[in-house]
């Protein structure tokens, strides 16, 4: 007995190496820093150190809940992320789907080329490239589209109900290219001779997505909607602070949870309540997960994450 467990330790010896990079960096990143969940718990002094700081119980909890913008910022942030579980996996598959129904392969590369590039590049100046668009004095959209069209040009960092749109539309675009990666590497990946047999039994393009390209997805899809799920209390910083420039107009439709928490620090320098608020969203979160992974495996087990 102890001879085969040799044996077998010693088969997978060079897995075990591999796994140790990877280990490492989980270890350090992701487990020692829970540590400081203590701070949440804790009115921090500098001079005392985290350890020696009186501790306080939920009270940094309350300056999530009891502020008068608590039901704005909790709205912002599950609606704007509901609209981006919706809309981004719908254009990611649509993308993907495209680009595998190209036939010729040295188009499909170039077409990958040309969607995936300028997303990964534009993706890295964002904000830049929006405040480019919709600058009031110097924007493309004012002096090149409005000014064409002969209308007056529209004050897009003052006027809140335009917001919104830009929010969803830009969310769509940094985060449709890297979905549409990973399902295309899905599409590409289905055996070849299913298609064969629906076109053998006289099945449309449309057909063989509908019946055959979609259920292949459907692992792939349940768990990056899980994963989704599971940060639906989080936003992208980038996206609801250095976009909308920090403007005071847009707060009503721009602030969430984690530009309120920063803006909260900027005033008052208090870090333990801004761990409360990554707890509090790492909570609901996790429960979020589990109840949705909880509902997957009543109707589908196999595509549940555990």
């Known amino acids: 007995m102890v001879r085969k467990l040799k044996k077998k330790y010693y088969r997978y010896l060079p897995l075990y190496i591999m796994m140790i990079p990877g280990l490492t960096y989980l270890i350090i990143n992701n487990y020692i820093p829970m540590a400081g969940i203590i701070i949440a718990f804790k009115q921090i002094n500098y001079r005392l150190g985290i350890l020696k700081s009186p501790f306080i119980g939920l009270k940094n909890f309350k300056f999530l809940f009891q502020s008068s913008d608590a039901f704005v910022i909790t709205r912002n942030t599950i609606s704007y992320n509901l609209v981006f579980l919706i809309l981004t996996p719908a254009v990611a598959i649509m993308v993907a789907i495209l680009l595998n129904e190209i036939k010729n392969k040295r188009a499909k590369k170039t077409y990958q080329t040309i969607i995936l590039m300028p997303y990964l590049i534009s993706i890295i100046v964002v904000s830049y490239l929006v405040y480019a668009?919709?600058?009031?004095?110097?924007?493309?959209?004012?002096?090149?589209?409005?000014?064409?069209?002969?209308?007056?040009?529209?004050?897009?960092?003052?006027?809140?109900?335009?917001?919104?749109?830009?929010?969803?539309?830009?969310?769509l675009w940094k985060g449709f290219g890297y979905q549409t990666i990973i399902y295309f590497a899905t599409i590409v990946g289905i055996d070849s001779t299913y298609y064969e047999a629906a076109a053998i039994d006289g099945a449309t393009r449309g057909q063989r997505i509908l019946h055959v390209t979609l259920p292949a997805l459907k692992s792939t899809i349940i768990t990056l909607t899980l994963l989704g799920i599971g940060r639906i209390f989080y936003s992208d910083f980038g996206l609801f602070y250095q976009v909308p420039l920090n403007s005071g107009p847009l707060m009503d439709v721009t602030n969430t949870i984690d530009t309120y928490v920063y803006r909260g620090l900027l005033q008052s320098n208090n870090i333990g309540m801004a761990s409360a608020a990554g707890v509090y969203q790492s909570l609901v979160g996790f429960a979020l997960v589990l109840t949705a992974n909880l509902v997957v495996s009543k109707i589908s087990k196999d595509d549940a994450l555990f």
């Open 133 to 171: 668009l919709l600058a009031s004095d110097t924007g493309y959209i004012n002096n090149s589209i409005l000014e064409a069209l002969g209308k007056e040009g529209i004050s897009w960092y003052s006027n809140a109900k335009y917001w919104p749109f830009i929010i969803v539309i830009v969310a």
